[in-house]
C-alpha cells in the first residue's frame, strides 16, 4: 500500500484527497478500533486495519484481523 507521506492521503481510486479516520467503539472491556481511508469526493471506504483490543486484569490483548 502506497502512503505518501503525512498528509499527502490520496483516494486509490479517483486521487482525490482522502481522509484517515479512526473508528473506535466497545464495551466490557472489549475495544475495537477501526482505521479507514475515506474519500469525500467519490465515497471510497477502504478498511486498513481492524484491531480488537482486549483489557484483562493483567494483560491487554490485541488481536489484529486485518
Ligand atoms: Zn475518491
Do not use: D, F
Not at 503525512?6 to 481510486?13: I, V
Not at 472491556?29 to 483490543?53: K, M, N, P, S
Request: charged share 25%; proline share 3%.
Amino acid at each position: 500500500m502506497k502512503w505518501g507521506n503525512g498528509n499527502g492521503l490520496r483516494c486509490p481510486r479517483c486521487g482525490a484527497k482522502a481522509t484517515y479516520i479512526v473508528e473506535a467503539s466497545g464495551h466490557n472491556g472489549r475495544r475495537e478500533v477501526t482505521h479507514i481511508i475515506r474519500c469525500t469526493y467519490c465515497g471510497y471506504r477502504e478498511i486498513v486495519q481492524h484491531l480488537i483490543v482486549k483489557r484483562e486484569p493483567k494483560a491487554v490483548t490485541i488481536y489484529r484481523l486485518r
